[in-house]
């Protein structure tokens, strides 16, 4: 009966552990909602990053094959639009996210080809703790809605 | 006894429908769209003085600018798709406000690229000027901060951005400058308004 108990308690434990939220994650970081918007040879991208981790993370850059990326962020002062590089990366709060989007904070993506990447724009986002984070951009078509 | 709230309603009902519904701002008095003539990317000659009849949507932007522009450019598109048939009785026109790089090719190609239909307008020195001002654009570049950069990408760091007055600036059919429209505005909020000055 002991036996059972402690077997059934290691168990417990077990399932205790893995249901806990960045258990059931996966990954310290999570990006979802990507899409590249990519006009001849200039276009962005949009996403979400999820900081599942007890401590802030930073995203210091992004690759993309054949294409240079930089972190930047739209700001409106009035009507006019300024269009701010952001070098020093983007923080993403402890158990928070951050949302780029259009308005925002938006990742430029200049020379990169859509015709070589049909199945969506590869990247690689490097953050300062986290590391490396893999994600595809599937491409939105230029029309607006 | 109800007849007291009679000449609030009429003058709340007055006040709503004088003023109109538009979603823009009204340019108070309209005031004569400024003339622009261009040579387009395939050679033909553009003035926007031609299309008099027409509702004409003027927007300043440049091709090396990620987010706004294509947003606006799309936006465009749609607008396009949202207004059927009466989209043949608008005149969309794109204006660079950069010069430096935006020739009429490029331009013309990133144009296209959303909608044909959109006029790519491409301008040097004091013609480019005159139009800013006749349409109240302000456009400033920003180089970028290289002290912001670790050493080894400095030297990688050439372009430029265009801080530049977004939205969308309407003439009406009978060539006066009649709103603003945000750049906030949706597909759906631009639409009514193009609608309400193509019935006029």
Known sequence: MRRFLAA???????????????????????VSGAVARLAP???????????????????????????????????????????????EGFVVPAQGSIALQEGGKHLMVMGADPAAHPGGLPLTLVFARAGRVSATAPLASLGGK | MWTRWIVPWIVSICLFGCRGSFHGVLVDPPVEATEITATLPDGEAFSLQQHKGKVIILTFGYTYCPDVCPTTLSRLRGLFS????????????????????????????????????????????????????????????????????????????????????????????SGKLRLRIPYEATVEETKADILQLLAE
């Open chain 1, 8 to 30: 059934l308690s290691v168990a417990a434990g077990f399932v205790l552990a893995c249901s806990s939220p960045r258990a059931e994650g996966g990954a310290p970081i999570v």
């Open chain 1, 41 to 87: 040879g200039m276009g962005a991208v949009y996403l979400t990053i999820q900081n599942n981790t007890e401590t802030e993370d930073r995203l210091v850059s992004v690759e993309a094959p054949g294409a240079m990326v930089e972190l930047h962020e739209t700001v409106a002062k009035g009507e006019v639009m300024q269009m701010i590089a952001r070098p």
């Open chain 2, 82 to 173: 949202a207004l059927g048939e009466k989209a043949s009785d608008l005149v969309v026109v794109y204006v660079s406000v950069d010069p430096d790089r935006d020739t009429p090719e490029r331009l013309g190609e990133y144009v296209s690229a959303f909608d044909s239909r959109i006029f790519p307008i491409s301008l040097q020195g004091e013609a480019l000027e005159a139009v800013k001002k006749g349409y109240g654009i302000v456009s400033l570049k920003r180089m970028p901060d290289l002290s912001k950069y670790p050493a080894s990408k400095k030297s990688a760091i050439t372009h430029y951005a265009v801080d530049h007055t977004s939205g969308f600036h309407v003439v009406d059919k």
